[in-house]
């Protein structure tokens, strides 16, 4: 197979890994939601700040260096796999050692048995760390996706629910986090076996250490981007309004899991592969940015429009408080995931120090957005400051494409976007309208659905009615078609 025929085939087995694994989320969430409470989620949540954080201490950015590295021996694989297991050891005592303060510092004494509890999952996944990156260098989406269904299918959908229905209550998600990892490791082990026993030497380890540091930098202030807003509304909310902002967190992570990672996974091997043919990385990273403007600016329009019926349909009528937060933290949904492409972009090419100053600009943004917005509106503040903080990343990245492909231009980029986001409005005003008469008719389950399809019909109809966008529509459906037939070749990607 060529580069493109691997990457075109691939994406269909990522996507359906992830649609598997994006169903059966919100099957577990419609579940859990009814058996547990705001506030188990709110510890669970607030014991993931922790567990996040020293995850990227744990693994010092190993993986993504030898999926990146050109030249891999397994004197590499070898060096890659000690530094894994040694960091992620140290992290697990040290996490279990500090339980006590952190309990302290959220105001929450419940944190100190679930955090010492989670600790063990750092040698656990520092094993499998290095066995995952070699999978994913060899382009095994079959295996990269079965390994990430298979783990949530068994973590949770079983483990969790099962707990979770005999009363288990938040150790429910514990124990579910801890089996889900485990499986991960395993599976990973078990396809890739590392040789720890193969010789090496400080030369083996400069360039990993290296090039995963400064991932590492960035991975941190990714940390920041993700979790801040997390510890800002567990510290001065508390773990009830934690739970609320984390369950509308959660919805607008789907659609940006269904579509970011599943580019992201794609796009980064393949990348890293055609890191110096600035033509090729140009073409790709249009294509990217277009697919997901098609589809993430509609996707917010509706949930916008439908998330009063959303939440109870899928959370229960106690989740109420989730309404709003949800409606403002999808408007951001766009540049949430249209970032990660420039992100793909920025660690294939080996741009890692320039990444990791931007995504500090990006947590520093969230903490003090987030801060001043739950000083003034709680919840809802927060939301508002993490979407004006995701805004200025998108901008920071976007200019660092910019830097790195000389070629793309400004205005390319500008029109892609503007196309649809006309295209959405439109759509949203015909649906709106519609949807005014549709909404005192039945059941919010058929208040849902019916509106969905007349506001699908009606974005397909337009992009249809448009040449520039009936291309984009039509090369999409062709690809999708051809990777299907198995006639794809090295011009369609």
């Known amino acids: ?32 939601a009814r058996l547990l409470t705001p506030f188990d989620f709110g510890l669970i949540s607030a014991s993931l700040v922790v567990v996040r954080l020293a995850e990227v201490f744990s693994q010092m950015g190993v993986g993504p260096s030898i ?39 959220f105001g929450m004494p419940e944190l100190v048995k679930i955090v010492r509890a ?20 060899s382009l095994m ?13 068994v973590g949770y959908c079983a483990v969790g629910v099962i707990l979770a229905f005999n009363g288990m209550g938040v150790w429910s998600l514990v124990i579910a986090i801890i089996v889900q990892t485990t499986i991960t490791a395993f599976i990973s082990i078990w396809i890739r076996p590392i040789d720890i026993f193969v010789k090496t030497n400080k030369d083996h380890y400069k360039y990993i250490v290296n090039y995963g540091t400064g991932l590492t930098l960035a991975k941190i202030a990714n940390y920041g981007s993700a979790q801040i807003d997390n510890m800002v509304t567990g510290r001065y909310l508390g ?6 902002y984390g369950r509308a967190y959660e919805f607008l992570m789907m659609p940006t899991n269904m579509i970011g990672t599943v580019l992201d996974k794609t796009l980064f091997p393949i990348m890293s592969k055609i890191q110096d043919d600035i033509v090729q990385l140009h073409k790709v990273y249009l294509r990217s940015i277009s697919l997901v403007a098609l589809l993430m600016f509609p996707i917010s329009a509706l949930v916008i429009l439908l998330a009063h019926h959303i939440v109870p349909l899928f959370l229960g009528n106690q989740w109420g408080a989730t309404v709003l937060p949800l409606q403002v933290l999808i408007s951001g949904l766009l540049f949430r995931t249209s970032y ?9 090419t080996g741009a890692v120090y320039r990444r990791a100053w931007r995504q500090w600009i990006f947590a520093i943004a969230i903490l003090v957005f987030s801060l001043i917005g739950a000083k003034i509106y709680g919840v ?33 980029v500008i029109g892609i976007h503007v196309k649809y986001f006309a295209v959405t409005i439109i759509a949203l005003l015909f649906t709106y309208f519609l949807s005014i008469y549709i909404g005192e008719q039945g059941s919010s ?17 337009i992009l249809l009615m448009n040449n520039n966008t009936k291309i984009d529509l039509l090369w999409g459906y062709n690809l999708i078609k051809k990777i299907l037939q198995k006639k794809q070749t090295i011009k369609q990607i």
């Open 380 to 412: 809802v503040g927060v939301s508002i400051g993490v979407v004006l903080a995701v805004i200025v990343n998108f901008s920071l990245m976007m200019q660092l494409s910019f830097s790195i492909i000389p070629t793309l231009k400004l205005r390319e």
């Open 445 to 461: 389950i058929v208040q849902v659905l019916l509106i969905s399809i007349i506001f699908i019909i009606i974005y397909l109809i």
């Open 239 to 244: 773990a009830e309004a934690l739970g609320v």
């Open 67 to 105: 999926t990146q590295y050109k030249f891999l021996k397994k004197e590499h694989v070898s060096a890659g796999f000690k530094i894994t297991m040694s960091l992620s050891v140290m992290v697990g005592v040290l996490v279990f050692s500090l339980a006590s303060p952190i309990a302290k510092w």
């Open 141 to 153: 989406y079959k295996w990269m996706s079965f390994i990430d269904a298979i783990s949530y299918l």
């Open 118 to 137: 989670l600790s063990i999952v750092f040698p656990i996944m520092g094993s499998g760390i290095v066995s995952n990156a070699l999978i994913i260098r």
């Open 340 to 348: 990660k492409m420039s992100d793909s972009l920025a660690r294939a």
């Open 1 to 32: 197979m060529s580069l493109a025929e691997k990457s075109t085939k691939g994406s269909m087995w990522v996507i359906l890994g992830i649609a598997i694994q994006g169903g059966a989320q919100v099957l577990v969430l419609m579940i859990l």
